[in-house]
């Protein structure tokens, strides 16, 4: 696995119009790269809508969202007309960015071990570094505080933690 600090593996993939995105197109900016295993399942839908409806407020903080899966193009493409989805969506169908970044791993569901994208969130300082890591990301977590139970999104967690680092 990739640790903070280290160089972000390099990249380019097909979005969701079959225009090629690489990484080094976009140096310069801070990156939020969040790989997810599927499109238009529950929790890959919920993330990909907060990363939309929060999208405005990481381009004021000159970030750009990117989420990766090994589906392709036109898959993203109705994924992205049936949600309205704003965000860039990038095809790894050879799963080269996911063996990249370490997230295509084994996984177990129901008695059952098969490879597959462990849902995985990084943030990419604008010198092409790894400055923040979630593994294994649930998009929202219930917590108890005070008695009450409170909702935390992570689309959340990953603005503010951007928020930090650029006041560094």
């Known amino acids: 696995m990739l640790e903070i ?3 972000a593996p390099s990249f380019c993939a097909l979005n969701q119009d079959d225009i090629e995105i690489c990484s080094r197109d ?4 801070w990156i939020v790269l969040y790989f997810y295993p599927k499109d238009l399942t529950p929790g890959c839908t919920t993330q990909a809508c ?9 381009e004021d903080l000159d ?5 990766v899966s090994p589906d392709e193009t036109q898959k993203h493409r109705k994924f992205i007309e049936k949600k309205d989805l704003t965000i860039t969506l990038l095809s790894d169908i050879d799963k080269k960015m996911s063996e990249d970044y370490g997230v ?5 569901f129901m008695g059952k071990e098969y490879m597959g994208v462990v849902r995985t969130t990084f943030i990419i300082n604008p010198k092409g570094e790894i400055s923040a890591i ?9 917590k108890t505080v005070k008695g009450e139970k409170i909702e935390i999104l992570h689309v959340n967690e ?3 933690k951007l928020k930090e680092l650029q006041s560094q």
């Open 26 to 29: 976009i140096l310069g900016k």
């Open 134 to 142: 979630w593994e294994k990301v649930n998009v929202r977590k219930k």
């Open 5 to 7: 600090g280290q160089k």
């Open 104 to 108: 295509w791993q084994l996984k177990k």
């Open 158 to 160: 990953v603005k503010e």
């Open 50 to 58: 907060d990363f939309t409806n929060e999208e405005a407020e990481f």
């Open 63 to 67: 970030a750009i969202i990117l989420g």
